[in-house]
């Protein structure tokens, strides 16, 4: 192992509790350790990346991350932190959901490392095989209602009523640690600190079923669990306000995941690169002591929507997304504006106020004067001659060109084959052309 994982979690502020014996199990061998992931959504968010950062680090460490992916519990639901039953998905959705998530997990962890590569495991492959009286023999005879009624997820709904099927929930997990145990040799399941009640339900039924209630016995599993990242005011992070965001580019895209990090407070900037980024202490405590010197410049969400930006998409994805971003502060190109994507072009200019014109409409127009104040209806400028007295006055820019002529043709080349974009000095207008 190259690095102490518990001292690495615990300089991080990642490190909420584990169980006796979990650190000295690390540090004697390679372990293996998994995180499961429900595919209750065609994607994860960035509320599932605090959890897979624990499998990065603990791969980085030299240690062997499975990944599962809950084929089988995402058709029953986990009752944490829940205050009404979930509503059931369909089988064909829960599959299409299986194979999305895959692909974004595959995306963070190391395949192909030798001893230690990640693995990617479906628990729906080995729960298809087992019958129900099955389950009751193999799991269900070792855990005591008394057990199950104690953990908090469960106490919490006791009062409004939960069902049979959320209430066993803790029973399916601790069957997958268990069955990973048997089968994978893997000692350690991690979660958020909601987990805590379903991770430690996995060690029990691995003690009952494999030691015989002996504590002293040398196979023992082990839990360990991150805190849940909340802001600096205790509310929860990670969401924006359109809702959760999205790892996947079609939900949430490249530049209003960069502008999500870049728009951090500064007071949960520190939290947040120790959490979501791969830099080291030294670099954090240089962009702490960096931003304290010049806040204005943002120093601190600048590294932190950076790092997370280009392993969430890509470099060249977190480049595009600052251009972009220039683009709201009137120092884009025309370049960068022809070379954005439709995604990110209308993610740019989300509430930007926009007038439609026909095609011919704007064909005829004999000159931009007329574009700007007759052709838009003078939501732009109030009359023709204000359009041009502002022309004159050098400040209109049309697709981020000057416009100095007040008489010129508007033979301008349109963005993404239907918007023109009027800058007033620093405030954008869109021309839709139909």
Known sequence: MTKNFIEELRWRGMLHDMMPGTEEQLQKEI?????????????LHIGNLATIMLLKHFQLCGHKPFALVGGATGMVGDPSGKAAERAFLSEETLRYNESCIKKQLEKFLDFDCGDNSAQIVNNYDWFKNIGFLEFLREAGKYITVNYMSAKDSVKKRLETGISFTEFSYQLLQG??????????????????????????????????KENNNDETAE???????????????????????????????SKTSPFQFYQFWLNCADADCSRLLRVFTLYTKDEIE????????????????KALAKDVTIRVHS???????????????????????????????????DGVPQSVISATALAECTNVTDLLSVVTNNEIYASKGEARRAIQGNA???????????????????????????????????????
């Not at 002529?405 to 207008?429: I, R």
Request: no cysteine; proline share 3%; aromatic share 12%.
């Open 175 to 208: 069957f997958d640690f268990y069955w990973l145990f048997k089968h994978h040799d893997v000692r350690l399941q991690m979660g958020g600190s909601d987990q805590w009640g379903n991770i430690t339900t996995g060690t029990e039924l691995i003690r009952r």
């Open 286 to 301: 240089a962009f702490e002591a960096e931003h304290a010197q010049a806040p204005h410049l943002r120093v601190m969400q």
């Open 396 to 434: 209109v820019s049309i697709n981020k060109t000057k416009v100095a002529d007040p008489n010129a043709q508007p033979a301008f080349e349109l963005l993404q084959n239907k918007f023109l974009l009027v800058s007033k000095g620093k405030k954008n207008h869109l021309i839709v052309v139909e």
């Open 31 to 43: 372990t293996s350790a998994y995180i499961g992931f429900d595919p209750t959504a065609s994607s």
């Open 219 to 249: 196979y023992r599993a082990f839990a360990l669990t991150t805190p849940l990242v909340t802001k600096s005011d205790g509310t929860k992070f990670g969401k924006s306000e359109s809702g959760n965001v999205w790892l996947d580019s």
């Open 315 to 349: 470099l060249s994805e977190y480049e595009m997304a600052v251009a972009a971003s220039e683009v709201l502060f009137g120092k884009g190109t025309l370049e960068t504006l022809q070379n954005m994507d439709m995604l990110t072009f209308e993610a740019v200019f």
